[in-house]
T-cell receptor, first 112, second 111 residues
Framework: SQTIHQWPATLVQPVGSPLSLECTVE??????LYWYRQAAGRGLQLLFY??????ISSEVPQNLSASRPQDRQFILSSKKLLLSDSGFYLC???????????FGPGTRLTVT | SQQGEEDPQALSIQEGENATMNCSYK?????LQWYRQNSGRGLVHLIL?????REKHSGRLRVTLDTSKKSSSLLITASRAADTASYFC???????????FGQGTELSVKP
């Protein structure tokens, strides 16, 4: 069966520090991968998605970037965090051609 | 732009009662999905209804879709305290496997 991992679970970082969040999927090949951000009490904002290695689409211009160095690995990064980067970050995967997305447990990021 | 909008934003009921949540969207869709999110956790897929379907059931869940009104409803029957969570509708953006999520309905079921 497929599983999706995200780490770390929680992170407190100072303004101006770098960021690296990692997401890996097991049990599937060539999945579509997604990064979302969720502000408190709000819906999900799609940040990036990828349909293959090295293929990244950005949905919202911002202080973040994403990379997919391996088929089942998706990384969210920032060179310098802003206070507005605080939030709950969710990674999801979807089988290519399907519609249902499957989410990881999320990372709670607090920028101080 | 926001595609799905849920109504109400928050709903509080007693165990055993039914809970109904509504979702409206703006553009044509291939399908509409409902997800549940327990506090501080990832989302869990509940049910998908295709644009050519009007009603779908899964256990205590009943979803309806009215494409002429661009709206959907999720009914949870005989609710339980464990149903306490936020519920989101999501529509496909007809491109790239992307989903557009609404703002969610926060459901509280009191024992």
């Amino acid at each position: 069966s497929q599983t999706i991992h995200q780490w770390p679970a929680t992170l407190v970082q100072p303004v101006g520090s770098p960021l690296s969040l990692e997401c890996t999927v097991e049990g599937t090949s060539n999945p579509n991968l997604y990064w979302y951000r969720q502000a408190a009490g709000r819906g999900l904002q799609l940040l990036f998605y990828s349909v293959g290695i090295g293929q990244i689409s950005s949905e919202v211009p911002q202080n973040l970037s994403a990379s997919r160095p391996q088929d089942r690995q998706f990384i969210l990064s920032s060179k310098k965090l802003l206070l507005s980067d605080s939030g709950f970050y969710l990674c999801a995967w979807m089988e290519a051609g399907a519609y249902e997305q499957y989410f990881g447990p999320g990372t709670r990021l607090t920028v101080t | 732009s926001q595609q799905g909008e849920e109504d109400p934003q928050a709903l509080s009921i007693q165990e055993g009662e039914n809970a109904t949540m509504n979702c409206s969207y703006k553009t044509s869709i291939n399908n509409l999905q409902w997800y549940r999110q327990n506090s501080g956790r990832g989302l869990v897929h509940l049910i998908l209804i295709r644009s050519n379907e009007r009603e779908k059931h899964s256990g205590r869940l009943r979803v309806t879709l009215d494409t002429s009104k661009k709206s959907s409803s999720l009914l949870i029957t005989a609710s339980r305290a464990a149903d306490t969570a936020s519920y989101f509708c999501a529509t496909d953006a007809r491109q790239g496997g992307k989903l557009i999520f609404g703002q969610g309905t926060e459901l509280s079921v009191k024992p």
